[in-house]
Structures are given as structure tokens and as C-alpha cells.
């Protein structure tokens, strides 16, 4: 089954990087897009990123245009999350899931972000 390992949270400043890490098990990686999505406290699960299997073409969130980058690795079966400029609106928990995505696909644990001064 689908199993996704997201990693490299934590808490920085305003104005800083991270660069989160999903590692992906039990499907065929480099035949999918991949996505990366947020959730705040209280808000719904909202779209950040995705990366497409072949050509990687990728698409972002208009929050995170200009700020955020994705790219993946096929031979590693896993896919990133670099983060520039980050703002305390950023802050969330992180997942990412192969598209398209079936119900019966787990979600990760996901990857807390913390902006904050």
C-alpha cells in the first residue's frame, strides 16, 4: 500500500528556508504526479505544490509562487519541498500524496512548519 514519510519541519524565523523531504513506498513513483498540501489549525487541507511524473512540469498555490519550489527524484522514490521567504502565514502541517490519488491511499503523518519570531 501507499506510504509517505514527510520530513524537515520545524521552526524558523521569518525570512528563512526549509526543505522538506517525502519519501514514498508501495506504488510505481515515477509514473505519478506528485502534490504537496497544508493544513493549518482550523482550515481545510489546501494545495501547494505538484510536480508532474514525466516532463516535471510543476504548478504552485498563488501563496506560494516565487517563494516555494518543488522537484523530485525518481531513483529515490521521493519528492521535495524547498521553501524561501517563509512567513508566519506558512504555518501549517505539511503532506504530500501522489495524484491522481485513490480513497483508499493513506495520507503521511505529515511535517509541522512553524514560522515565528
Known amino acids: 500500500q501507499v506510504q509517505l514519510v514527510e520530513s524537515g519541519g520545524g521552526l524558523v524565523q521569518p525570512g528563512g528556508s526549509l526543505r522538506l523531504s517525502c519519501a514514498t513506498s508501495?506504488?510505481?513513483?515515477?509514473?505519478?504526479?506528485m502534490r504537496w498540501y497544508r493544513q493549518a489549525p482550523g482550515k481545510e487541507r489546501d494545495f501547494v505544490a505538484s510536480?508532474?511524473?514525466?516532463?516535471?512540469?510543476?504548478k504552485y498555490g498563488d501563496s506560494v509562487k516565487g517563494r516555494f519550489s518543488v522537484s523530485r527524484d525518481n531513483a529515490k522514490n521521493t519528492v521535495y519541498l524547498q521553501m524561501n521567504s517563509l512567513k508566519p502565514e506558512d504555518t501549517a502541517v505539511y503532506y504530500c500524496n501522489k495524484f491522481p490519488r485513490s480513497m483508499s491511499d493513506a495520507w503521511g503523518q505529515g511535517t509541522q512548519v512553524t514560522v515565528s519570531s
Open positions: 508501495g506504488f510505481d513513483f515515477s509514473r505519478f504526479e
Open positions: 510536480i508532474t511524473s514525466a516532463q516535471y512540469t510543476t
